[in-house]
C-alpha cells in the first residue's frame, strides 16, 4: 500500500545533542511537510518542499533544518534540541492542486529531550 | 491572517448520542479537510470538500462544506467509543486568496470522549 513512513517513532535524546527523523513516501507526491505538534494542539507547520524548492515558515527557529535528497525522503535535522522541542513530529506529503491539495500524514515520530 | 475556529475545543459524551463539530472562518477556502487522530498517531484523513455547499457522508459521519467555502461542520450519529480522538479540520488556500499554495491552515481541534 502507498504511505508515508516515519522513522524512528520513537526518540530520545539529549539536550543538545543533535537528531535527525526521516521521512519516506510511496506516494510519489511532489510535496512534502514537517510539522511539530505538541500535546492535544493542531499540527504547526516548520516547513515544506515543493519538489526540490525549500519553503520555510517565518517563525520557525533556525534549530530546525531540513533535507529532500530525493522524492521519496525527507529529513528533518535537529541541531542543538532544547527541553521546548520536545513534541510529536509529523511528516505529510501531498500533490499540488491550486489549493486543494490533501495532505497524507505519516503516523510521526514522538522525540523526547532528557 | 487567515484563522480557522473550530468549536467545540473539548466534547464529552456517551455511547449513542449525536453530536457536531463546526470549522469557521472569514476566508474563503479551495478545500477542507478533516482529520481524526488518536494518542501517539499521526491524522488520518476523513475527507476532503471543494465544492460550496457540498454534503459528504462516511458511515455515521456526514461533513459538509458552507455554500461560500468559509465553514464546515462534521456531524456523527450515534456515537461509539471508537469515534474518541482529536478531530481536526483545515482549509486549503489558493493563491487568489493570498495563501501560500498547498498550505493548509488548522483549527485547534476538537477532542472527543465518547464513553460506553
Known amino acids: 500500500d502507498a504511505m508515508v513512513i516515519q522513522n524512528p517513532r520513537y526518540q530520545v535524546t539529549q539536550f543538545g545533542k543533535p537528531v535527525t527523523l526521516s521521512c519516506s513516501q510511496t506516494l510519489n507526491h511532489n510535496v512534502m511537510y514537517w510539522y511539530q505538534q505538541k500535546s492535544s494542539q493542531a499540527p504547526k507547520l516548520l516547513f515544506h518542499?515543493?519538489?526540490?524548492?525549500?519553503?520555510n515558515e517565518a517563525d520557525t527557529p533556525d534549530n530546525f533544518q531540513s533535507r529532500r535528497p530525493n522524492t521519496s525522503f525527507c529529513f528533518l535535522d535537529i541541531r542543538s534540541p532544547g527541553l521546548g522541542d520536545a513534541a510529536m513530529y509529523l511528516c505529510a506529503t501531498s500533490i499540488r492542486d491550486r489549493g486543494r491539495d490533501t495532505q497524507y500524514f505519516g503516523p510521526g515520530t514522538r522525540l523526547t529531550v532528557l | 491572517t487567515q484563522l480557522l475556529e473550530q468549536s467545540p475545543q473539548f466534547l464529552s459524551i456517551q455511547e449513542g448520542e449525536n453530536l457536531t463539530v463546526y470549522c469557521n472562518s472569514s476566508?474563503?477556502?479551495?478545500?477542507l479537510q478533516w482529520y481524526r487522530q488518536e494518542p501517539g498517531e499521526g491524522p488520518v484523513l476523513l475527507v476532503t470538500?471543494?465544492?460550496?455547499?457540498e454534503v459528504k457522508k462516511l458511515k455515521r459521519l456526514t461533513f459538509q462544506f458552507g455554500d461560500a467555502r468559509k465553514d464546515s461542520s462534521l456531524h456523527i450519529t450515534a456515537a461509539q467509543p471508537g469515534d474518541t480522538g482529536l478531530y481536526l479540520c483545515?482549509?486549503?488556500?489558493?493563491?487568489?486568496?493570498?495563501?501560500?499554495?498547498?498550505?493548509?491552515?488548522f483549527g485547534k481541534g476538537t477532542k472527543l470522549s465518547v464513553k460506553p
Open positions: 470538500v471543494v465544492t460550496g455547499g
Open positions: 476566508s474563503v477556502f479551495s478545500s
Open positions: 483545515a482549509g486549503g488556500l489558493n493563491l487568489i486568496d493570498g495563501g501560500s499554495q498547498g498550505n493548509l491552515i
Open positions: 518542499y515543493y519538489d526540490k524548492d525549500f519553503n
